[in-house]
């Protein structure tokens, strides 16, 4: 099993739309969890984090933890064709001490 | 200007040499990070350093060797022991409250 699970997509949405993006881990004892979003050829950049149960919001993004489900998502509402990237999931805390573990990313797209 | 620079942007190794990817960062973070991306994976992490003259070796340090002299440097040696180099190296730092990690632009190794 792998630690931190992303669908891989892509996911494809029309531009307006909300995306919805999703990642599952396996260490229970993670605590903190962020979001990358990664443009082709480019580094990642951060998107947000999130380390309580309940949703953050941040423009027009919205992180979600369900620590009991073991489970985070990140909402994009009002899609943009500039939001087209991968979107990488990444977990700190538990046994990883201070790294972070990555999932495989999600690739998204937003057609006009 | 703050951040983290990473230098070559392309480097291309021959068989059998070692080469060095350069990463600095002027954030006064104290850990500091390497990763390799292979194209549509996640981050996998070579090496990371907590501290100036200390350093761990992540998931697949074999083949890879780095220093830590300085608290704005850690530069990643990849030695001819590393039999499959060709992939996008990422250096990160972290700082702050939940040591949230950046990431510079990135170097493209590639074989001749």
């Known amino acids: 099993q792998k630690e931190v699970e992303q669908n891989s997509g892509p996911l494809s949405v029309p531009e307006g739309a909300i995306a919805s993006l999703n990642c599952t881990y396996s260490?229970?004892?993670?605590?903190?969890f962020f979001w990358y979003r990664q443009y082709s050829g480019k580094s990642p950049e951060l998107i947000m984090f999130i380390y309580s149960n309940g949703d953050k919001e941040d423009g027009r993004f919205t992180a979600q933890l369900n620590k009991a489900s073991q489970y985070v998502s990140l909402l994009i509402r009002d899609s943009q064709p500039s939001d087209s990237a991968t979107y990488l999931c990444?977990?700190?805390?538990?046994?990883?001490?201070?790294?972070?573990?990555f999932g495989q990313g999600t690739i998204l797209t937003v057609h006009p | 200007d703050g951040g983290i620079t990473q230098s070559p942007k392309y480097l291309f190794r021959k068989e059998g040499q070692n080469v060095t990817l350069s990463c600095e960062q002027n954030l006064n973070h104290d850990a500091m990070y390497w990763y390799r991306q292979d194209p549509g994976q996640g981050l996998r992490l070579i090496y990371y350093?907590?501290?100036?003259?200390?350093?761990q070796k992540g998931d697949i340090a074999e083949g890879y060797s780095v220093s830590r002299e300085k608290k704005e440097s850690f530069p990643l040696t990849v030695t001819s022991a590393q039999k499959n180099p060709t992939a996008f190296y990422l250096c990160?730092?972290?700082?702050?409250?939940?040591?949230?990690?950046?990431f510079g632009p990135g170097t493209r190794l590639l074989v001749l």
């Open positions: 260490d229970r004892g993670s605590q903190s």
């Open positions: 990160a730092s972290s700082g702050g409250f939940e040591e949230t990690q950046y």
């Open positions: 350093s907590q501290i100036v003259n200390d350093f």
């Open positions: 990444a977990v700190k805390g538990g046994t990883s001490y201070g790294k972070l573990t």
